[in-house]
């Protein structure tokens, strides 16, 4: 009996270069915001992903998942920057020399940005939303195989693959040890 495929995700080839410019867009329209609320941040994702829509060769569908995988990436890493007080570096899980100046900058602007309402957050963060599927673009940092603990370092906005031991498609993201305040 054959191993059925799971349905992953279909992106094209320039999907990876889109979030970073959606990404980018973003910081660039909440600098002018000054502090933010979640929904204003929610409302400023469609917004960039939109132009991006219409400016790019790309699908409907392919674009509500990049704002999708935009809003969890953006929770995760402000969820961990105010739980932990840690900055970025630690929920990469590597050093941020292996990123490009631009990139790093961008997400750290965010961070802060997307603490303004932890606890919306906090009540927001499902346990399947912190899950990363195989064919998903992910910002740059450490994934681990939830079926076999192999790790699969994105060094850059890239779609994740694949693990590269077992092939499973369903990961978490590693970063450095934290534990929740009061435990």
């Not at 320039?14 to 002018?32: C, G, I, M, N, S």
């Not at 132009?51 to 999708?68: C, F, I, P, S, Y």
């Not at 802060?112 to 673009?137: C, M, P, S, W």
């Amino acid at each position: 009996m054959s191993k059925q495929e799971p349905n992953l995700p279909k992106h094209s080839e320039q999907a990876p270069a889109a979030y970073d410019r959606v990404l980018e867009q973003l910081r660039q329209r909440l600098d002018k915001a000054g502090e933010v609320s979640w929904e204003y941040l929610q409302e400023q994702i469609e917004e960039a992903a939109e132009m991006e829509l219409a400016a790019e060769d790309m699908t409907r569908d392919e674009v509500d998942l990049l704002k999708a995988y935009l809003r969890r990436d953006l929770k995760q890493l402000g969820y961990y920057a105010h739980e932990t007080g840690e900055g970025i570096a630690a929920w990469l899980h590597f050093d941020l020399d292996v990123l490009e100046h631009k990139v790093k900058q961008s997400l750290l602007e965010l961070a802060d940005k997307t603490r303004i309402q932890h606890e919306l957050l906090r009540e927001q963060l499902a346990h399947d939303e912190d899950h990363y599927l195989a064919g998903e673009v992910s910002a740059p940092g450490t994934l681990r195989c939830l079926q076999c603990g192999e790790l699969q370092q994105l060094k850059a906005t890239d779609r994740i693959k694949p693990c590269s031991r077992c092939g499973a498609v369903v990961f978490e993201r590693v970063s450095r040890p934290w534990s929740p305040v009061g435990q």
